[in-house]
């Protein structure tokens, strides 16, 4: 039985490459990133898990040994508890979780998938178990997003997971960890806080779908993961039509994934090619699926302007935070996005969940 204290941290991430990609069936490339949730857990005498969220300064309370009730919609630790439950994995006492984090909340930078993974981890702690990291990514997926009946990917897991900058084959789910060291990126939080994460998640996600459906009726031969975008351009020829044009941009997103993947498998990628590359990839997501905002526009422009060789929003967009790719002018560019009205923070890649006793 776990009888001592033990801490759980488990890194947020940013999307490199293949942001609104991962739950069309599409490749994606991520980095975990030095900002993090930390769970504390230490046993108790009696059957119940009580948590404690420091950050938002709310605490919850569930007794283990069968279905707990959720409180609302993306109650992800009860959720947590439940699919491991299901899975075969339940302690056989309760304990006390203290969640803390410096992940800025609902900014694209995944902290509910962290809490989730961290979870998940704790759960593996408690009850002196191991899985393999894919599982451990898969069982973060099933409670965050499936058992809310969502519309997200599992990118956010298998980083969050893994740690490090991984590509994601999303046909097969492999993960590969990619050699490339990066320098310093800084985020920038506009503060904007989004109106419909999910349903931003869900639109997307039906209008592609629906989108490749019709494609799929005037070209027999389409697959989304290997058929060219000039190809679906010569079908809409002479048509103007918004979900045509977001279905192409999740092509041209999946044809810059696989550049910036050959890029990213040097140890040393030249920093200027993969700026140009986080740009475009920027733009798609801009122009094409309206992701961004005037005010993350102009922290862009000022991060630009201060030195920093690539920059994208974060997430699923409509606020919250973009990155900037730097070589040595992190604090220029830092110092930038606040004076354009962001809060920033300079960030390096970071390893995946651990798990420390005492």
């Known amino acids: 039985m776990v009888e001592d204290l033990f801490h759980v941290r488990a890194p947020g991430r940013v999307c490199l490459f293949g942001e609104h ?35 938002l300064k709310e605490e919850d309370s569930f007794v283990l040994g069968s279905r707990i009730e959720y409180r609302h919609k993306r109650d992800y630790v009860r959720s947590a508890f439940n699919v491991m439950h299901r899975r075969g994995y339940t302690p056989n006492h309760g304990y006390n ?7 800025p909340v609902s900014s694209g930078l995944s902290s509910s998938s962290a809490l989730t993974v961290a979870t998940i981890f704790a759960i593996m702690e408690m009850t002196e178990t191991t899985m393999a990291l894919e599982n451990i990514a898969i069982a973060a997926y099933d409670a965050e997003v499936a058992e809310f009946g969502e519309s997200g990917g599992k990118m956010d897991h298998f ?29 920038g939080d506009s503060g904007e806080k989004k109106k ?62 696989y550049r910036a993947l050959d890029l990213l498998k040097n140890d040393e990628p030249y920093e200027r090619a993969l700026g140009a590359m986080l740009r475009e990839h920027h733009e798609i997501l801009r122009d094409s699926l309206g992701r961004s905002t005037p005010k993350v526009e102009r922290m862009i422009d000022a991060a630009y302007a201060a030195g920093a060789l690539g920059c994208k929003i974060n997430g699923s967009g409509g606020g919250g935070t973009m990155m900037a790719y730097t070589a040595g002018w992190e604090q220029e560019v830092a110092s930038a996005i606040q004076q354009a009205g962001g809060t920033a923070y300079i960030v390096k890649t970071s390893g995946g969940t651990i798990i420390h006793s005492g």
């Open 196 to 257: 419909d994460t999910v349903g931003d998640l869900r639109h997307i996600r039906t209008t592609v779908e629906e989108e490749y459906e019709e494609i799929s009726k005037k070209l027999e031969t389409f697959n989304r993961r290997t058929t060219p975008v000039n190809s679906i351009r010569e079908l809409s020829q002479g048509k103007s039509d918004r979900a045509r044009t977001m279905a192409e941009a999740t092509l041209r997103n999946r044809d810059l994934t």
């Open 97 to 103: 979780l203290e969640v803390r984090g410096d992940i």
């Open 21 to 55: 990609s991962d739950y069309l069936g599409l490749d994606v490339i991520a980095a975990a990133i030095d900002l993090a949730i930390t769970i504390n857990v230490s046993p108790r005498e009696d059957d119940t898990i009580h948590v404690v969220y420091h950050d």
């Open 159 to 187: 980083s969050c997971t893994f740690g490090g900058i991984i590509h994601v084959n999303m046909e097969t789910e492999k993960v590969t960890r990619l050699p490339a060291r990066l320098g310093s990126i800084v985020i």
